[in-house]
């Protein structure tokens, strides 16, 4: 795990990158990496998210700024601009039920092949995927999701890069640290290591590549 600051953590994702990002609705969403992706004028992006925030929130400013050419995500719904932008053929949008999103990225950390769920059965959800039935139950193949990048959002760090999120910011974020081939974590705090009982770690250092520091 490396100290890095946030401007150089930034220039390590290149255009045409994929980025797991955590959030929910922008929070736990790590805002400064946000705010420099943009900033660095990133583009080309692929971003796999629960969602895509709301205009000038989270992911929503890379949606404004058109940072963003393909989204995987479980709803767009609070983000006009990602609903215009996929409509006139601007943004490539993969609509993905959100429990079946965050164990597609969960098997994609756990390094499984895939998971098996019943939803979607009977829609357009379907279409194009495996069936495989088991006791007598239809189900879909849904595939693991992995990503270039993790931006992570954590309440606390410690020097070594162990983590603990607060509250419902320990959402996606837990999980899409271990799918991702490099993980950049931006924290409200960076605290002395002993600090973080072992008890309390949510995502262990051993996952964290970078973490920005505080300037």
Sequence with gaps: MQTISLADAVALIPDGASLMIGGFMAVGTPEPIINELV???????????????APGRGIGKLITARAVSRLIASHIGLNPETQQQMLAGELECELVPQGTLIERIRAGGAGLGGV??????????????RKIEVNGREY?????????????????????????YALTARNYNPIVAMAADTVIVNAESIV????????????????????????
Excluded: C, W
Aim: no cysteine; proline share 6%; aromatic share 6%.
């Design 192 to 215: 002395p290591t002993g600090v973080i009982s072992p008890d309390h770690v949510m995502t262990p250092g051993v996952l964290v590549d970078y973490l920005i520091a505080h300037e």
């Design 140 to 164: 879909l193949l849904e595939t693991p999701l992995r990503a270039d990048f993790a931006l992570v959002g954590a309440f606390l760090s410690d020097y070594l890069g162990n983590l603990q």
């Design 116 to 129: 098996l769920t019943p939803t979607g059965i009977g829609t357009s959800v379907e279409e194009g995927k």
């Design 39 to 53: 900033r660095q004028g990133r583009k080309n992006l692929t971003v796999i998210a629960n969602d895509s925030a």
